[in-house]
């Protein structure tokens, strides 16, 4: 396994639409797992290829990551679609790697169903709610090339942006 490098924003590359893949293959579990342990190693409960440089709609989750003592509840998701996605939304505090240190309050649909390959090639339809739910959306996201701040208005993330780029100086 290996550590990747983590793009931070505005780095242009989370911009990209990540392709499919065409099947999950050996290859494809290998980056999931390098993608799991980048993950863990710096502290996150999510992470999309994207993030990592990679144009692949590739998503690892784990949402105890960072609970002690409770057991790890991982997900590895490729070509994740959301199909149906409720009208009730909330707004709850996100964070992300590759916006360190900062975090804000996003609105989101608080039930989603989606349809994804697990890391055996298996087509699964899942429905979710909760921070799990809000988790994926949140990864999908990026494969769009989509920030969580970009759902904030203009003004809060040009300053959210700023305070990254001063951070970054020092
Ligand atoms: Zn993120």
């Known amino acids: ?17 990540a392709e499919p893949v065409e099947r999950v293959d050996e290859e494809v579990r ?8 980048t993950m863990y190693a710096s502290d996150g ?4 290829a994207t993030q990592v440089g990679i144009d692949k709609r590739i998503i690892v989750i784990d949402l105890h990551a960072g609970e002690n003592g409770k057991p790890p509840r991982v997900m590895k998701l490729a070509n994740p679609e959301v199909l149906w996605a409720s009208e009730e939304t909330a707004f709850v505090d996100e964070a992300c790697l590759s916006v360190p240190n900062l975090y804000a309050a996003v609105g989101r649909p608080t039930s989603i169903k989606i ?6 090639n298996k087509l699964v339809e899942i429905e979710e ?14 494969l769009d090339g989509i920030l969580y701040i970009d759902h904030l208005s203009r003004l809060k993330r040009e300053i959210m942006v700023r305070k990254l780029m001063k951070a970054r100086k020092y």
């Open 1 to 17: 396994m290996a550590l990747l490098p983590v793009l931070t924003a505005p780095n242009p590359r989370l911009k990209i639409k």
């Open 30 to 37: 290998r980056l999931m797992d390098d993608m799991l342990e």
């Open 45 to 48: 409960m999510g992470l999309a």
């Open 115 to 120: 349809r994804y390959l697990n890391e055996h």
């Open 129 to 142: 709610d909760g921070p799990l739910a809000r988790c994926i959306q949140h990864e999908i996201d990026h």
